[in-house]
Every structure is written in structure tokens, then in C-alpha cells.
């Protein structure tokens, strides 16, 4: 089924509001960690921006539901910390995503999927919750008093409408960026064509870190994040599906100045809490990225981050609330606290471990 009609079939009047507050969700997994790397590397915001614009728009044509973009965060988190440079980023991004692109063609991921058990995927979904609530915490503790005000503002005007609540608060925050920086100022985005060297694609800290990225990407952005969308969208899409997605917008966009993009739990949570129900709220988010872009940069780095921060952990909230539809809470548990120490990927090659040894035991 064409994009336009199962767009058409599945966007009512009635679901439209809620498509435009669900935007939100998604954009405060990403622009917290965007604004970090641009202000702490050679990242560049605008270029960033536009390609997270356009794969919001192609994935929600490609899927017919609001599929999440997110940073590849493992990846992310290195360079903010200092421990692998723009470069490095964006050859662990390229081999990272010509492996994801391999194992989705080949259906290496669905027959992966299938030994994954249930406590599993919901141990993952945990332990995203559980850094994204981390930093929800880290973010609104840099002003503690502008993120009072933005739970105040959530709380009345979540009295009238609990999904505008969140808008409300990207509002405010927007107004005090606005009135920092004096206002928009239109710039074209610059794009051009960089490729890592090989000596920097074959160094043993970018195979590293892309490997890590790959445990998190497989065991998030795959198999748990094809599991939530069918739950709250009844989508078809599968690992596989999600990871050749993956591959195609990383071999792409990065060498064009894009930072290493996939998928995620976390954002399609934060779509659905605020109310996203159908592909318009890609649509919506998209456009929003592409103006940013090239308006208002300025104005993105400029937001207050602490109010930033209460929003994640209002998405923080709805995926740890998914993640305790479970029949085995001892291991999700596990597995969540563990991903939350020790690493997302770390954790779910444990709960593989774990609950076959379950398995085999019971």
C-alpha cells in the first residue's frame, strides 16, 4: 500500500492535534544531544538538523507511522566526553550503518529476533527509560529554577489538555531562546562531501565505539523499537526492515555532513505520549527541523536545556511504563538496570544470556 494511502487511512480530523503535540516527543531525544555535540565538537547544527528533517519525512512515508530518528547516542556520548573526535564519529557511523544495512538485507535480524525472548526487549526498553530519565535529571539540574517553572507551566496546562502540556513548555522554552538571541536569522545550511580516511575508518577506537553502537542499535533500535510500534501503531515494520533503514540514511547522509542517525524505543515512546498517532507527526517534525535549519540555529542552541529536560522525562515515564508489560520482571528489571550501568548493549547480550540459561533451566 502506497504511502498516501495508508496516510489517508489511518489520519482522521480527530487525531491531527495530537500528531502536532507528538512531534514534540521525538525532538527532545535528539535536540539535547545535537546542540551538545555541536557545541562541543566540529558538528556542525544546521547540516545535522536538515538531514533529520528529511529522514523524518522518508520514514514516515516509508512506514505510514511515527517512526522515531534519534542520534546513534553510544556514539554521541563518546565524542561529547571527549573520547572520539567529529571523524571518528562519522566512520563508526559509516560502519555501524553498512552493517545494519547488511544484516537487514540478508534477514539476519529476524532470525536473530526470534531467540530474543519478551523479558528481553522490555529489559532494553527499561534501561532507555532509565538513562533518558539519568539525563532528564542531568539537564534539568544545569537551572533547577527554569525547570520548576517548566513543570508548572506542564501542570496547568495539563489541567485543560495533558499532550499540550508538552508544547506548552517548548513554547516557553523557545520564547526565552528567542529573547536571548534576539530573534531568527535566516542562513543556508552548507553541506559538503567528506569521507573518513582509512587510516581513521580502520582505527581500533572507531571499530570499538561502532561496535558498541551496533549492540545498542540491534537490541533498541531493531528489536525492541519494531516490537513498540507494532504494539502502539500496529505496524508490519520489522528488525530487519528498521535496520536496513538504518544503513540507508547512515551510508547516505553522513559523509554529507549528518551525524550517525537510527531508530529508537525512546522516541517512538515520546511520540506516542504526547500523542502522536499517525505518520503526520513525522511530517510535522520534519518541517519543523528543515526550518530550523535555516531560520533559527541560533535560537536551538539557546534553549534552556532544564526545561528541555522535563519534557524527556515525561517521554522517560511512558516507555518505563511499557517496559512492565512483562511475564519475567526479576530479568527486565535486571536488564534495565544493568543498561543503565553498564551499557545498553552490555545489557542486552546479558539478557540473551540470562534468559536462555532460564530457558534451559525451567
Not at 49 to 73: H, N
Not at 344 to 354: H, I, K, M, T
Request: charged share 10%.
Amino acid at each position: 500500500m502506497a504511502f498516501s494511502e495508508r496516510f489517508a487511512a489511518r489520519t482522521t480530523a480527530a487525531e491531527i492535534p495530537g500528531d502536532l503535540t507528538g512531534a514534540v516527543g521525538d525532538s527532545v531525544t535528539v535536540v539535547p544531544v545535537v546542540v551538545a555535540l555541536a557545541a562541543l565538537s566540529e558538528v556542525s547544527l544546521a547540516p545535522v538538523l536538515v538531514w533529520f528533517g528529511v529522514f523524518q519525512v522518508a520514514w514516515g512515508a516509508r512506514y505510514g507511522v511515527p517512526v522515531s530518528v534519534e542520534p546513534m547516542k553510544a556514539l554521541a556520548a563518546l565524542v561529547i566526553a571527549g573520547s572520539l573526535s567529529a571523524g571518528g564519529l562519522a566512520a563508526a557511523g559509516l560502519l555501524a550503518g553498512g552493517t545494519l544495512l547488511v544484516a537487514g538485507a540478508t534477514g539476519l535480524l529476524g532470525r536473530v529476533s526470534r531467540f530474543v525472548g519478551q523479558p528481553v526487549v522490555r529489559g532494553v526498553q527499561l534501561a532507555v527509560a532509565l538513562v533518558l530519565f539519568e539525563t532528564a535529571f542531568d539537564l534539568a539540574a544545569t537551572d533547577l529554577a527554569l525547570a520548576g517553572a517548566a513543570v508548572a507551566v506542564a501542570a496547568v496546562v495539563a489541567v485543560v489538555s495533558v499532550r499540550a502540556s508538552a508544547l506548552a513548555v517548548v513554547a516557553v522554552g523557545a520564547a526565552l531562546a528567542l529573547a536571548e538571541t534576539g530573534g531568527v536569522s535566516p542562513a543556508v545550511p552548507a553541506f559538503a562531501l567528506a569521507l573518513p580516511s582509512p587510516a581513521v575508518l580502520l582505527d581500533v577506537g572507531t571499530v570499538q565505539a561502532a561496535v558498541g553502537q551496533l549492540a545498542m542499535s540491534v537490541g533498541n533500535a531493531a528489536v525492541a523499537t519494531a516490537l513498540l510500534l507494532g504494539e502502539y501503531f500496529d505496524s508490519d515494520a520489522t528488525a530487519d526492515d528498521l535496520a536496513t533503514s538504518m544503513g540507508v540514511m547512515n551510508l547516505l547522509a553522513v559523509p554529507l555532513g549528518a551525524i550517525p542517525m537510527c531508530h529508537g524505543s525512546g522516541g517512538v515512546a515520546g511520540k506516542y505520549a504526547f500523542g502522536a498517532r499517525t505518520a503526520a507527526a513525522n511530517v510535522v517534525l520534519g518541517a519543523l527541523y528543515l526550518l530550523i535549519a535555516v531560520f533559527a540555529v541560533g535560537v536551538v542552541s539557546a534553549f534552556p536545556v532544564a526545561m528541555l529536560g522535563v519534557v524527556l522525562a515525561a517521554v522517560a515515564a511512558q516507555l518505563a511504563h511499557t517496559s512492565l508489560d512483562t511475564d519475567q520482571y526479576a530479568l527486565t528489571l535486571g536488564v534495565g538496570v544493568v543498561g543503565l550501568l553498564a551499557g545498553v548493549g552490555v545489557a542486552f547480550v546479558g539478557g540473551l544470556l540470562a534468559d536462555h540459561a532460564y530457558r534451559r533451566l525451567a
